[in-house]
């Protein structure tokens, strides 16, 4: 085998790198995405871009690409002015390059210009597909056609705790003296992984409910930092949600899809602030108004009624006096008639109750002497009865008397017995050697057992 005809790695690379400049002709404009960029302290910008086919998430090329400092200081702010917007990651850009093959670092592009032109096309394009989709669909106006509470009190809020925007809203309600309940569902606000977290706060705020309206506030980020509120899945659930929505996102000088699809969308958190607090203002007012009012016609209708009620009174004092002056002497004539039929009825029935009491006396007298006689056999008879009954009671417990008294123990320890420590029935409660008490009719012995016997059963 041949190897004396070779060359080293470094040639190789020489080679390589003036075939591609060979190749691509000088400078060239190229279409990529941005899938990551940094800034060095020196200045210098590397990026990485890639192509993807649509709907794909595996990029179909990738390479790296750089911005040396010299140039990165004038297109940076040139495209910061044109686009709103930092070149960031996810956003397609048409830059000027050629291409590098380092022997050390490998293929880069070395960008020396940008159009910021495509890029603005390439993010109303990507605008424009959103809101399409989102009308062809029908869901574009969903959000939009809910209709806010005339007191917006109780408010979920879609922000990061530290964000400036959060401070100067809670700042705006608090100074209104009007009692808000807001409750914060943290989310990132911007760059990557923004879509996502939105996305999920929302599912949480569906999931507790109990709030009148959603406010998705940012601030003090860049405006490049807004392209996720363009993206479909996020303005499709904004859309969609089943509470109205107030974007007050933060970008002076363009409209979101957010916005667009929002029920209702304002420049900055503090203008959104500001709106609730007029907004629930303005309901009282129309209440106070209301109140006023019927306050008013109230007192006017009272007023008229008052007068009425007067007329009516007169009317009808008159009225009464001269029926009371008709039926005047037709009531003294009756008094009259009254009174004579009265007396009669009151004598005839004089007369009936002084014969019907002579008759009831000679009656009730002979009726009462014989319960008398009966009352008072009965009583001699209860009293014999009475005393036999005690009598024998009485023997009864002069016998149980006795039979208690000759239980007492006190009575059988007059007899000779002997009761010992209070109660012991049977040898096997003691030891030897333990101290007894024993108490006698006198007394009480203390005694020291010293052999037991156990009878035989």
């Not at 790198?17 to 990551?36: D, I, N, P, Q, Y």
């Not at 590397?46 to 040396?68: F, K, N, S």
């Not at 990165?72 to 050629?98: E, H």
Request: aromatic share 6%; net charge neutral; hydrophobic share 40%.
């Amino acid at each position: 085998m041949e190897t004396t005809n070779h060359i080293t790695l470094s040639a190789l690379c020489d080679r390589i790198s003036r075939a591609l400049s060979a190749a691509t002709g000088g400078e060239l404009w190229v279409v990529a995405e941005v899938s990551s960029v940094q800034t060095n302290y020196t200045g210098h910008c590397y990026l990485e871009l890639t192509e993807r086919e649509a709907g794909q998430q595996m990029p179909r090329a990738v390479c790296r690409a750089a911005i040396w400092a010299n140039k990165f200081k004038i297109i940076a702010p040139y495209f910061r002015t044109q686009t709103g917007q930092d070149i960031t990651v996810g956003m397609k850009i048409l830059v000027k390059c050629s291409v590098s093959f380092h022997a050390v670092y490998g293929l880069s592009l070395i960008i020396n210009d940008i159009d910021p032109s495509y890029t603005i096309g390439e993010v109303e394009r990507v605008r424009r597909q959103t809101i399409e989709r989102l009308r062809r669909e029908g869901v574009f106006e969903m959000n939009r056609e809910l209709e806010l509470p005339p007191v917006i009190q109780r408010i979920a809020i879609i922000s990061s705790a530290t964000a400036a925007g959060y401070g100067d809203f809670c700042k705006e309600l608090e100074r209104s003296q009007i009692r808000f309940e807001t409750t914060l569902f943290q989310a990132i606000m911007q760059g990557e992984g923004a879509e996502k977290s939105i996305i999920e706060a929302l599912g949480e705020i569906a999931a507790a409910g109990d709030c009148h309206a959603v406010v998705i506030i940012r601030g003090g980020g860049s405006a490049s930092d807004l392209s996720c509120f363009d993206s479909y899945e996020l303005c499709s659930n904004i859309a969609q949600f089943p509470l109205p929505i107030i974007a007050g996102i933060g970008h002076e000088r363009d409209r979101s899809v957010a916005d667009e699809v929002a029920c209702l969308s304002l420049k900055t958190p503090t203008a959104v602030a500001t709106y609730i607090v007029e907004r629930a203002a303005a309901f009282a007012n129309r209440l106070e108004q209301a109140q006023n009012f019927m306050v008013n016609r109230l007192q006017l209708i009272t007023a008229g009624e008052g007068r009425r009620i007067e007329n009516l009174v007169i009317m009808l004092s008159s009225s009464l006096k001269n029926v009371v002056q008709i039926n005047s002497s037709k009531l003294n004539s009756a008094a009259q008639s009254i009174e004579l039929l009265s007396l009669s009825a009151i004598q005839n029935h004089h007369v009936r109750i002084a014969s019907r009491s002579e008759l009831l006396t000679n009656t009730a007298g002979r009726a009462i002497l014989g319960r008398l006689s009966e009352l008072e056999l009965l009583g001699g008879r209860l009293k014999n009865s009475t005393e036999q009954n005690i009598l024998a009671k009485r023997q009864i417990l002069d016998l149980l008397q006795s039979t208690v008294d000759g239980a007492n123990p006190r009575r059988i320890l007059a007899r000779g017995y002997a009761i010992i420590n209070g109660g012991i029935r049977s040898v096997k409660q003691i030891n030897e050697n333990d101290i007894i008490n024993i108490e006698l009719r006198d007394g009480i012995v203390e005694a020291k057992s010293q052999k037991i016997w156990q009878k035989k059963s």
